[in-house]
């Protein structure tokens, strides 16, 4: 049975993949720092493992060998007009970002068995030149370009990403519901597929990679083709 671990899995994209990867014969354990919204994922998805773990501090010790890691690490830092954007808040949004996956990947790297894989989960604002991404995108493009670098470095470990679009998940829920609404309503008529994804379009995209052992140095865009409009 494959083992993967999922960081930032107790909710959203990640608990998705959770549930995915479990449901084609995966064992998974899913990490965050809150043991409160890990026991409620626990509840919502059969048979998934749940470790208290900071990102910033990441420790793969207790949990030994494993086959695949899926970084779904998020961070809303960095968003806003260029010339008043705050340098601390792109600053943070690194910390919560970049360096999260960087140093998470960097530690797991002695429990990966080489006929895994990692999975980053970067955004379509790595992809885009949407005015007020400057600083997630910035954000986003640096996840994105650690793919084909570390394929090749650290072959044959496959290393592989996912660009999410706008994803229906809780880190809109900061939104008000009827801004949200009409955000996502102006949204999914710019993308081909006539709406916003779902955690679980992003789930399968993930699955995918993590499945397909002839897979590596890829970015999926998995946005509904928003990024053709952008």
Do not use: Y
């Not at 965050?32 to 793969?60: H, I, Y």
């Not at 494993?66 to 943070?92: C, I, M, N, Q, Y």
């Not at 140093?103 to 006929?115: D, H, M, N």
């Not at 779902?198 to 789930?203: G, R, S």
């Amino acid at each position: 049975m494959q083992h993967t671990i999922i960081v930032g899995g107790s909710s959203g994209i990640g608990l998705a993949t959770a549930r995915q990867l479990i449901a084609v014969g995966h064992q998974v354990t899913i990490t965050g720092r809150s043991e409160a919204r890990l026991a409620g994922a626990k509840r919502e998805v059969s048979g998934v493992n749940a470790v208290v773990m900071d990102a910033t501090a990441p420790d793969f010790s207790r949990m030994g060998a494993f086959d695949h890691l899926v970084l779904a690490l998020g961070s809303g830092r960095g968003t806003g007009p260029f010339a008043k954007l705050s340098l601390a808040d792109v600053k943070a949004g690194f910390e919560e970002k970049v360096f999260a996956h960087f140093a998470t990947a960097q530690a797991a790297l002695p429990f990966i068995r080489p006929t895994g894989s990692i999975t980053f989960v970067s955004a379509v604002s790595a992809h885009g030149a949407m005015p007020g991404t400057a600083g997630i995108g910035a954000a986003n493009a640096a996840v994105a370009q650690l793919v084909p670098i570390l394929a090749v470095e650290l072959k044959p470990l496959r290393v592989n990403g996912v660009s999410p679009g706008v994803i229906d998940t809780p880190w809109w829920d900061a939104v008000p519901a009827d801004q949200k609404k009409a955000m996502f309503e102006q949204i999914a008529a710019k993308t081909p597929v006539g709406r916003v994804g779902t955690a679980e379009d992003v789930a399968r995209a993930i699955a995918f990679l993590t499945e397909c052992g002839f897979m590596s140095g890829h970015t999926i865009i998995c946005d509904g083709g928003l990024h053709l409009s952008l």
